[in-house]
């Protein structure tokens, strides 16, 4: 199943330096392993915000909402969610 799904992410001002530079790097490794698996099939910066725009492929809302709330900046980032279906005029194999 495919979901759009957008991040945004508030991290405090007041988080230390190496605790943000330590998240972010573990952020970073997280998503390149689901996108090496195919489970996170793209991801694009919202150009002008601290936001990004991804998609997934898993099995079903379980699989997606474990994968979401295993991020490392899961507890300071803002998730919106919307299922995909295949449209009826769609020509790609790999959009279902
Ligand atoms: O910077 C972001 O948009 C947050 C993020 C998610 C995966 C990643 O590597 O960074």
Redesign the pocket.
Known sequence: MLFHVK???NLPHDLPADQATDI?AR??A???ALQAEGK?RH?W??AGH???I?IFDVADNEELHVLLSG?P?FKF?DIEVMPLLRHPSAVRDDDR
Do not use: D, G, P
Request: hydrophobic fraction near 50%.
């Open positions: 991040m945004t992410v972010l952020e970073k997280y998503s390149q996170w991801i910066r919202v601290y936001a990004n991804s991020l900046l980032m």
